[in-house]
């Protein structure tokens, strides 16, 4: 059985336009749809637990709305009576994908990741996905508060398309951050480009060069100045591109690919390749032993909080199952 797209639901618009975003990729890839709700409060937070048919209602109500505007789309939903840390990174572990909505700040572009995001962003088994309504891409916060009790509005969102679903961008690029070359960059890129794929989209390959580090350190001004090395090395630079993304090329010949090399700071370098093209931005990152721990590393960290499409958060150490990834980057 295949596994589902879950999406972490808590009646804001913020996780109506997630669902909505998740209902649409769940149907492009020919994947089942899986609501959650963990209706229990994190330690020392207010206001108290609401009670479980408060909770019912809400995943009812979301349901409801998502079965309406996306039909085709295997549908189910469940509420988990735990904490939502702890409940989402469990189903983290039985998803293909987790989905969260996230707030803006004002009129900053990024996710309010707050005590929820980090946590799972940094221990799910899955990809975590981070997605804001069209009203938080503008620069607003939506407004708190629970769905219409006839889901209509959020329906006709989701089919129509109006910012608050979440798709403005779904028709842009998948940018993919490519800071590996070896097999630790297979699931990052096998979900570039089987997301691609499915979307009719091309991918743009990112890498900036600079030290020998490459990504996230500062560049120093000598080597910049020697244009000799400086050419020698983005030389070099190109062809580890190159030669990464041969066999994904082979493997997914519908899909096109832009590789975008560049002299700078990662983040800086992934950000002003993302701004104009992305669909959606994908980011790896390392295993995350510590059980407590929420660091995600700078890079995934700068993007959270400045990107304006979508964040795909990849774990550089699972398996999606999608066959031998690209036959193991073609040994």
């Known amino acids: 059985m295949a596994r589902p797209l879950t999406v972490g639901v808590d009646g804001s618009p913020q996780s109506l336009a997630a669902a909505h975003w998740a209902a649409r990729e769940a149907e492009r890839r020919g994947l089942p749809l899986r609501l959650v709700h963990a209706w229990i409060n994190e330690p020392l937070l207010v206001p108290p637990d609401p009670d479980e048919e408060v909770a019912r209602g809400l995943l009812d109500r979301t349901r409801a709305t998502i079965a309406e505007a996306h039909p085709e789309v295997p549908l189910s939903a469940g509420l988990l009576p735990e904490v939502a840390t702890t ?22 572009l990024g996710f309010l990741l707050g005590s929820v995001g980090l946590p799972v962003i940094a221990h799910a088994a899955c990809p975590v996905v981070l997605v804001r309504s069209g009203r938080d ?9 629970e769905l219409p009790a006839d889901g209509a509005e959020g329906a006709r969102a989701g089919r129509e398309g109006d910012g608050d679903s979440g798709d403005s961008g779904d ?14 960059a297979l699931p990052l890129l096998d979900f570039a480009f089987t997301t691609a794929a499915a979307r009719g989209a091309a991918v743009r390959a990112v890498r900036a060069w600079g030290t020998p580090s490459l990504f996230g350190a500062d560049v120093p001004d000598s080597l910049e100045a020697n244009a000799g090395a400086s050419k020698d090395l983005e030389g070099a630079e190109a062809d580890v591109l190159s030669g990464v993304l041969a066999p994904w090329r082979r493997r997914h010949p519908e899909v096109p690919v832009t590789e975008h090399l560049r002299f700078g700071n990662a983040a800086e370098v992934l ?31 700068a993007v959270l909080h400045h990107a304006w499409a979508p964040v795909a958060v990849v774990p550089y150490d699972i398996d999606h199952g999608s066959g031998n990834g690209a036959d193991r980057a073609a040994a």
Do not use: N
């Not at 891409?137 to 508060?145: E, I, K, L, N, V």
């Not at 028709?171 to 630790?184: L, Q, R, T």
């Open 137 to 145: 891409r503008d620069g607003r916060d939506g407004p708190d508060g």
């Open 171 to 184: 028709a842009g690029e998948v940018v993919v951050a490519i800071k590996d070359a070896g097999p630790a």
């Open 87 to 108: 409940g989402l990174a469990e189903e983290s572990g039985r998803a293909e994908m987790l989905v969260l909505g996230s707030r803006g700040h004002g009129p900053v």
């Open 271 to 301: 950000l002003s390749a993302a701004l104009p093209h992305a669909g959606l931005v994908v980011v790896g990152r390392r295993p995350h032993r510590r059980l407590l721990g929420t660091r995600i590393g700078p890079v995934v960290h």
